[in-house]
């Protein structure tokens, strides 16, 4: 299996999609000529030509209304807004209209779009392009958020985003851009709601979604010295969210921390942990914890924004609190 | 002389104390037989006499300590003794700064106990409510040593994690005797089964069997309903209560023996006394069956023993206990040598012995060294009242109300004050006749009261 960067396994799911359905097409700022902001769509323009592949202007509540009403019309377009933090002038479009069209036509409109951002930090790109704002669109019923941490969920996913009939958020991460992996050469589905058994361990699990899953199983390889087996659960999407999956670990393990990027106050991380009280409180053998960004606006500085987001130490000290 | 004034052991489940108030300070002479300081157990509070006269030297403890039964809390000497070897010494104290006062507040009885002088004495017992049998593993698991017992709030109020009280209510163990090892002292699942292991795991008890306090207390353990009411913790009176009312019932092979005793004349008599005699002295119709239950003592020893697993000794006295309703629960201390005290002094020592339960000041033998009980639920109305064993005594006289009945007195239907009696004893130390023997004794004498007089 050959070894290809999340980048890479991006780029071969959407060659995939614009080679074998007539119906997508890619938009959004400087995915043509420029190749997008974080080379995922280089050379697509010249291979696919302008229709296939449109540059937009900085224009997000714009670009996301087209697409869903190219969606509406029958296409499947791709849209790409940058950065997280830009989605929020979309916000309307994605939230009023992608997430509710299907429901309140009675089923009889679709909306098949598929909407990439970046997330995430730990690159340098500062308070406005480097944040963690996946929970206010899990937070919607009505679209999907998916979170891939590997290369090879990042085509897998990708791919069965585009088999959906309704919106997904399909959030990458920055910092993983470059990261690299095994993924298969074929065309393959990873399905939604299905977490990944990361690494497996018997005394705390560790809920990672995107970046995090790399620092708890950092942690883990950390504990495991300590004697300490962490189990890494990959959750893969946040909404549909594998309840089962997490269930089944806590009641393996009876501990659990959950690490994301994201604000502490508010975040996901406190979904996932009420959750896991109103459904296994009984199992539980400590509270459950979370390892989750500090409460402040990213800085750009290096090491404080290293200092802001969740660490391995911290994963570490926190499991062994609980063990 | 050098004299350790330790942590005393009332009662057999009884592991650890509150110093709540020394009396003494140090430098302060002592006498034997003095009341030194004031302790808390889960049932009580209870006075802590001096064994020894000297100058009460050092005291090992502070108040609010909660010390492990048998450690030293003080040394009484003379005033030239060398009690070098108590310097730096503490008592394995258990620091709890949590107010015990109002703990011991909460444990009085109100206005809900009757006047000692009213008909009976407020007594309770309740056999109908069984609570959850204490498991095995409490009893053969060692005594946490106390540099390592993790601090427990005095509020009763257990640490453990949901897992760890999960399998403590499947397995049936008490987390109050359970050592927590997990993060601030927390009772996790670790602990839970190392404190099983060695011990039988008790097989599940059937839904039937689960007792009705349990039913009553703990719907949520069964009702996946968010709505449902919480489990609610026991207090540690209810916990003491449950352990031995389940240890009694489960060890002790109890038979029941019933009769009606015709208190037509005791009834006069005690009104004939009332109307010649002080306040003080006025006499219950409790106080009666307490004499009539020392004098039948005395003539029938072998219900005035106390059982040790295969062995059993008989007392020489009669410590007659008259169990006391308090708010959570109930205490049945005992009147001292009740078989050779006569009417008036019983009826004193009982007023002040309710007096003195509700005020939390028993002595140290009025609860540990009682030999037989009654419990009288007469003032209450209620016509038979079958007691459970307090261990390790043998018999416990289950007391109902005396009320008008129709009786056949010579051909003739009367009206005379009857009053049932229940008697439970041990089937391990006495028979169902020689049972019989004691009830009839009893019976006979408040029947022919004038033989509680003389």
Redesign the interface.
Known sequence: MAVVTYREALRQALRYQLQNDERVFLMGEDIGAYGGSYAVTKGFLEEFGDKRVKDTPIAESVVVGAGIGAAMAGLKPMVELMTINFSLLAIDQIVNNASKLHYMSNGQVNVPIVIRMAGGAGSQLGAQHSHSLESWFAHVPGIKVVVPATPYDAKGLLMTAFDDENPVIFIEHTALYASKGEVPEEAYRVPFGKAELHREGRDVTLIGYSGSVHQASRAAEDLAKEGIEAEVLNLRTLRPLDVDGILASVRKTHRAIIVEDDWKFGGFAGEIAAIVQEQAFDDLDAPVMRCSGHDIPMPYSGKLEQAALPQEHEIVELAKSLV | MVSEVVMPQMGADMTEGTLLRWLKEEGDSVERGEVIAEIETDKANIEIEAFESGVFRKALASEGDVVQVGEVIAVVAGSDDDISKYDGAAAGAIKQPIATASAAAERRPDGALAAPSEAATTSAEMPERAPEPAPPAEVQQPQPSVSEAAPRPTNGRVKA??????IADERGVDLGSVRGT??GG?I??KDVEQATTGAPAPAPQPAAAQPAARAVERPAAAAASPAAAAPIEMSKMRQTIARRMSQSKREAPHYYLLVDIDMTDAMALRKQINESTTEDERVSVNDLIVRACGIALQRHPAFNVTVDGEQYVRQPLQNVCIAIALDDGLIAPAIIDAGNKRLPAIARESKDLVERTKGGALKVEEVTQGTFSITNLGAYGIETLVGIIQPPQTAILGVGTVMEQPAVRGAQVVVRQMMKVALAADHRVTDGAQGARFLGEIKGLLEKPVSLIV
């Open positions: 994690s949901p897992l760890a009280k999960r997990g993060p927390r996790v699942k």
